[in-house]
Structure formats: C-alpha cells, structure tokens
C-alpha cells in the first residue's frame, strides 16, 4: 500500500475530525457574528437577511456536493495508489466549480430583487434582502473555487490546512464587517451591503490563502484540462458522485425557501427565531459534518484500498461518536438557551419560542446524525443515487406537507415546522443506515467499476487471497467468452 494511502487511512479519525470541527466552527463564529452585526441594525434586517439565505444555501448545496465528489474520488485514487489520475481529477474539479460559480454569480445579481419577492418580502425588508443577495452574488464565484481549492487538501487528509484558511476568513469577515457596517475609520457606511462585502472580501482573501498552501508549500500538483476530451473523461466519475448527490441538499434547500416562505406569513417574530435558534444549533450540527467528513475521507481511501470491513468499522465507530455529541451540544445549548439567545436578542418572546425550539432539535440532531455520517459514507463509496432518490421522495412527499400540516394547518406555527423537518432526519437516516447494511456499498466504489468486482463482495470478505483469485477466475471466464 503506497505511504500516502497509509498517512490518510490509518490515521485516527479523530487526527481528521478535529480540524475540520475547528474549520467548521470558524464558518459558525462567521455566520453568528453576522447574526450579530444585523441584528445591531436590527432584527428586521436578521430576518430579512435570513430569509434569503436559503437562495446563497443552493450555491453552497452545488459547491458542496462537487467538492464532495471530487474530493471521494481523488482520496479513492490515493487509496488505490492511483497518482497518474490524481493532478487530472483535482484539475477538473477546479474547472467545474469555477463554471457553476460564475453561472450562479450572474443569477444571483440578476434576480435578487425577484427572490426577495419570492419569500414573500415586502418594503424595507425586501430592499434590504436584495442588496445583500446582489452583493455577495459577486463573490460566489470565488468561494466556488475555495471549496476546490478545500478538497484537494481533504482528499490529502490535510485538513488542518483547511482549518487555518477557515480562520483567516473569519479573522477578515469580523474585521471588516466592524469597519463597514457603520463606517468605523474613514470606511464607508454600508449597513446590510456592509455585511456581505465583509463576506466576500475574507473569501478572496481565505482562497489565496488556500492556494499558496497548496502550490507552495505542499507543492500538489493541479492539471487544468486542456481538451474538452480530456475534461470529459477526467470528470465522469466526479459527476457520477456528485450529480445524484446534489438532489438531497438542492431538495432541502428548496424545501426550506418553501418552509421559510410559510414562516414569513407567521410574522417577523417566527422568522427571527427560526433564524437565531438555527444559529446556535449549528454548533451542533457543525459537530455533525465534523464527524461525517472524517469518516467519509477514511471510508473512501479504504474502499479504495479495498479494505471493506475496516470502512465498515469506521462508520459504526464514526456515528456513535457523532450521536453522542450532537446530544452534548443540544442539551447544553438547552441548559443555557436564556443566556444565548440574548446575544441575539432582547425580546422575551423569541427567548420563549427558541427553547420550545432546542427541545424538538433533540429529535432532529439525531436523526442528522444518522443522516450525515452514513449519507456522507455512502457517497464516498460511489452509492449517490439511492441516498438522493430517498432523500428527495421524502423531503418532497413527507417533510414539506407535514410542515404545512402542522405549521399552518393546524396552527402550531413554528414548532410544528421544526417537529417536521426533525422527523424527516430521522427517517432519512434510518433508511440510510439500513442501506449501508446491506453492503451493497461495496461495489460501488470508481476501482470495482474498473475492474469486476469480486464475488466476495457480498460475502463481506477483505482476505486479499480469496479476492485475487476471484478477480482472476472473473478475468479467465471473460477471456474464455472472447
């Protein structure tokens, strides 16, 4: 096994995890101090902001799901020692994302103004929310290409490196949401435009960061496709993880502007609390990706490797670690749900609504946690399709008309939209779980549709023995037909 397969493989998880909960809690300090710096305008300009968001999540949905992919194939490539295909696949990676970025750059300028109408924004908070969508419409490109950048370093196990680049985004967007949202220092006063320069300016400043790690210091080799041939070829088994694996976030995304909608017609107070009590659970779901990316770069190099019965272990091991503490972050945003809400917000009400809130979350938190890690491992493993076709049936069927059920319907407002979409984690995760039991994962993987899989696979066997001579009587039995 080639040294470098080894250095990712073997490592601990908890070597892989513990830099990307770093990286994803700089991303949450980047998504409360803006929380923050709005809801010192106001918390209309909180609410509206939030609103939106969930039109930036379907770019963030596009850009994670190919980071995802590219970063599943080019760890599979290192576990099978695969360096020829290695710089190509990074190389086209870089080209997609830079494509769907500018696309998405070009939309969000063009239409903010209608999708601030869409969410059914009026007056002030309509105008506030379309500023800010135009604005930090400019800079998704560029954080397109970061999420490349990213997935070179996390299919290297290199996550650490991530995590520095995620600071120094955070350092930059706190910095400069303080000079601009009120003019501080001869800076000009921006407001709510303020807030998303400051997001765009540490994202330019975060990709340069990344890119001079990777090019100068590790010195990675990146090969940008030259033929259109060439980025065809190269970007076929990317697109074949993350095509289908974009169905699931895109799904819930578009579930959650059509939640949100509902949300707004509850007035301006349901709206801040969804937003508030979404920030601070993201420190446990932050938890969540933590554990799920890790375990997804150790599964894929070990399929990779073809070491099936250690992936097998590492996600067993991977969601026991994740569901204890996404329960540790619930329970304790709970205990002090007063104290945290009040970073936000003066208002009694909302502190009320965001504790009913946190208490349904401990439901959610769990039923995410069965969904991320194993949704993640079964994409790592190249089995995209089924967990997007039922993430998308359920969300779509069962999740959106439960939520208008109970939120509308029946007048639970709020709560009843989140008992909705905690349900849907749930099931979401129980179906993945029973999924990945079934082994089917096994012969998925980018090396089993090169070479035919052995017959072992559904044996659950790792004895190299039993499948080299497999593979050979496979390969006797093809030349035999020929």
């Known amino acids: 096994m080639p040294k470098s397969s080894q250095s990712v493989a073997d490592r601990s998880l908890l070597s892989l995890t513990w830099p990307i909960f770093i990286d994803l809690f700089f991303i949450f300090m980047i998504n409360v101090t803006d929380a923050w710096f709005l809801s010192r305008i106001s918390d209309s300009a909180a609410a ?71 969410m059914g924004l009026t007056d002030d908070m309509a105008g506030m929310a379309s500023i800010y969508l135009s604005t930090i419409g400019m800079g998704t490109a560029i954080l397109a290409v970061r999420f490349a950048a990213a997935a070179v370093l996390t299919s290297q196990g290199k996550t650490h490196w991530n995590m520095w680049s995620t600071f120094v985004m955070t350092i930059v967007n706190i910095l400069f949401n303080y000079l601009l949202i009120d003019g501080k220092h001869g800076f000009p006063d921006l407001g709510v435009q303020g807030v998303a320069y400051a997001s765009v300016i540490a994202w330019v400043v975060s990709l340069c960061f990344t890119l001079v790690i990777i090019i100068k210091h590790l010195h990675i080799k990146i090969t940008l496709p030259k033929r259109w041939l060439l980025f065809k070829t190269d970007s076929a088994p990317i697109l074949k993880i993350a095509l289908p694996s974009v169905l699931e976030p895109m799904s819930w995304h578009l579930t959650q502007i059509l939640m949100t909608v509902m949300i707004v017609t509850m007035g301006e107070l ?34 990779g490797a073809k070491r099936f019965e250690e992936a097998d272990k590492q996600l067993m091991l991977g969601l026991k670690l994740g569901i204890a503490g996404a329960m540790f972050f619930v329970f304790t945003l709970l205990a002090f749900s007063d104290q945290l809400f009040a970073i936000f917000t003066s208002n009694i009400e909302i502190w009320a609504l965001g504790k009913l809130i946190l208490i349904i979350a401990i439901i959610g938190e769990f039923g995410r946690s069965f969904n991320l ?79 035919p899989a052995p017959l072992s696979i559904n044996k659950r066997t790792d004895d190299p023995e039993v499948i080299n001579q497999e593979i050979t009587q496979q390969h006797n039995v093809q030349a035999a037909k020929t």
């Open 270 to 303: 349901a709206l801040a609390t969804r937003i508030y009590s979404f920030n601070l659970l993201f420190t446990a779901i932050l938890y969540g990706f933590a554990i799920s990316s890790g375990v997804q770069i150790k599964v894929a190099h070990y399929i």
């Open 48 to 118: 509206s902001i939030g609103a939106v968001m969930p039109i930036l999540g379907i770019a963030f949905a596009l850009y994670s799901t190919m980071h995802q992919g590219g970063s599943s194939i080019a760890s599979q490539r290192i576990g099978a020692g695969d360096h020829n295909k290695l710089a190509a696949t990074y190389g086209v990676l870089f080209a997609i994302l830079l494509f769907i970025g500018i696309l998405l750059s070009i939309v969000m300028m063009a239409f903010a103004p209608l999708f601030a109408q869409w």
């Open 373 to 451: 890690i194993v949704g993640a491992s079964l994409r790592a493993s190249g089995d995209a399709r089924y967990v997007s076709m039922v993430g998308f049936i359920i969300m779509w069927f069962m999740a959106l008309p439960l939520a208008w059920l109970l939120g509308l319907h029946y007048g639970y407002g709020l709560v009843g939209i989140w008992l909705a979409t905690s349900l849907d984690e749930c099931i979401r995760g129980i179906i993945a779980l029973k999924r990945w039991n079934t082994g089917i994962w096994r012969s998925k993987g980018i090396y089993v549709a090169e070479i």
